[in-house]
């Protein structure tokens, strides 16, 4: 496809982040492009940085205005455009350089109302998959779908991910919602909706990033306001009305429900023990309000720690919940949770909770170095609500077999005492040894694991490894066998085990000769 696409890309005090973003969407190697910048009333110098790089390239238009916000500043962005189609990125993300072609090609393909591709989030150290487009197996498979044939597609809400024909949007009067928290959650919904074809594509097609400061009280507390907490209850409550209303098919309903359960639940309920005193008997009010509305039948697809919140706020026991969700953000003052040989317990009010599911250990290798045929790989374990140093294993799974295989074992140190959990954080350091790997002599890609032994109902976790650990690969040798130690683009520890080439073997023959 050769059509003009237009990006739009609002802008308000995106200073730290605007050239890396900018400077993704101008490389494009789709390049019949208009990328529209607006600037949303910045009071940093965003507004110069996108002035540079609309000097340097005539396919920069750039716009200024007061502080509007972000769904006025994208509705702005599709009046004004001229392409057939739309790309919304947001200033503080990227795309891929072949982003545009992918999902371009896509939806000529097929003339397909909109196409859409995989995201992934990212910060300076690791990235990763989105957790709901994992639990819903989202754009894995390439092909021309609709919403009725691929419900689960509603779980994705998110505006940036698509390449949408502008008559889609055009025609049916579809838009961010303006003055609002959570704007695009009824345009994505109707979009899929109302799209007769929609083209998927299994390559990444957006980087969302992880802001630095979003884990900080402050970021969390702004988003436990009753405000932001009405906001989305507001849209999702409009989104099912307009559904039923229009006597959508019920399997679209109840994928949409829900969604709206996952939404609340885990982004607002979860952070209970955070809400002001004084919102507290408002915003129980809604919610709850807003669950009741929902069918119960809906609620039993809920996972185990979604249906346990879900159940305390029905049974009215704000008490437990509040511990609970304490315990959750890692908000509690004394430990809440006690640590048994198989399981952790929370003990609420009349009955304890098994959390064991609900927390898995982090390991990240922080620094590497070599020692013979042996790496030391030290760093941080975290075993969230640990009281005592439980049993683990490191151990590397073959990518392709699925065989494991347990490596030495962790030298373990109590890094600093937490407030209440004295095993919580912890430093490591272990020896991998490169010989019995390579006696294996079976090739393919090994990924690296750590498991809590003594806690079947724990999640293994991937080892990530800090991006100064190790810049470039590293490799052992031993016969006709290579190892190289390496960090994944998603941050995580693997190694490949593959035979030399013939001309590295001829090379080490002649290597003595060469060198008398």
């Known amino acids: 496809m050769k059509e003009l696409i237009s990006i739009v890309i609002p802008v308000y005090n995106a200073l730290p982040y605007l050239e890396e973003c900018l400077a993704s969407a101008t490389s494009q190697s789709y390049s019949n492009l208009e990328i529209i910048v607006i600037n949303d009333g910045s009071t940093d110098a965003s507004e110069g940085v996108a002035r540079k ?12 205005q007061e502080n509007q916000g972000l769904g006025y500043t994208r509705n702005r962005g599709i009046r004004i455009s001229s392409g057939n189609y739309i790309f919304f990125l947001d200033a503080d993300d990227a795309i891929p350089k072949n982003a545009i072609s992918s999902l371009a090609t896509a939806i000529a393909r097929n003339d397909a109302d909109y196409a859409v591709g995989k995201v992934v989030r990212f910060n300076e150290s690791r990235m990763y998959v989105p957790i709901r487009h994992l639990e819903f197996n989202l754009y894995q498979q390439a092909g021309l779908v609709t919403l009725e044939e691929k419900p689960e597609l509603l779980q994705d809400s998110i505006a940036c991910n698509k390449l949408w024909k502008k008559s889609l949007l055009v025609d049916h009067g579809l838009a961010f919602k303006e003055g609002k928290y959570y704007e695009d959650l009824a345009l994505t919904m109707k979009g899929a909706v109302l799209a007769k074809k929609i083209q998927v594509v299994n390559d990444v097609v957006y980087h969302w990033r992880v802001r630095d400061d979003e884990d900080k009280p402050s970021i969390t507390q702004q988003q436990m306001k009753l405000e932001n907490t009405s906001h989305r209850l ?3 409550a409009e989104n099912r ?22 939404d609340v639940l885990r982004l607002h309920v979860i952070k209970y ?28 697809k809920l996972p185990g720690k979604e249906q346990t919140m879900y159940n305390l706020l029905m049974e009215g026991n704000m008490e437990d919940l509040y511990l609970f969700t304490e315990m959750l953000m890692y908000a509690e003052k004394t430990a809440t949770v006690a640590q048994e040989e198989h399981r952790f317990l929370l003990q609420g009010r009349t009955r304890k909770y098994d959390v064991t599911p609900y927390f898995k250990p982090v390991m990240v290798v922080e620094g590497i170095g070599r020692q013979g045929t042996q790496w030391r790989l030290e760093g941080q374990l975290t075993v969230p609500k640990a009281s005592f140093l439980p049993e ?23 890094a600093k005492a937490s407030a209440c959990y004295p095993f919580e954080e912890l430093t490591f350091a272990a020896l991998l040894d490169s010989v019995p790997l390579l006696a294996t002599k079976e090739e393919g890609v090994y990924d690296f694991y750590y498991r809590l032994e003594a806690y079947p109902q724990t999640t293994p976790a991937r080892i990530r490894v800090l991006p100064g650990a190790l810049q470039t690969k590293q490799d052992a040798k031993a016969g006709s066998f290579n190892l190289s130690l390496y960090r994944t683009n998603y941050g995580n520890l693997s190694m490949k085990l593959h035979k030399k080439q013939l001309k590295d073997l001829v090379a080490a023959k002649l290597r003595p000769f060469l060198n008398r």
């Open 53 to 64: 790089f609309a000097e340097a390239d005539k396919r920069i238009k750039l716009h200024s």
């Open 234 to 236: 507001e849209a999702l």
């Open 241 to 262: 009305q307009w559904l039923q209303e229009s006597r959508i098919a019920k399997e679209i309903i109840e994928e949409h429900d829900l969604k709206s359960l996952l």
């Open 392 to 414: 683990g294993n490191f151990y590397t799974v073959n990518r392709t077999t699925g065989q494991e295989k347990v490596l030495a074992p962790l030298q373990i140190k109590q």
């Open 273 to 300: 023990a955070l809400i002001a005193q004084e919102d507290k008997k408002q915003w129980e009010q809604q919610i709850l309000s807003f669950l009741r509305s929902i069918p119960p039948e809906i609620a039993q």
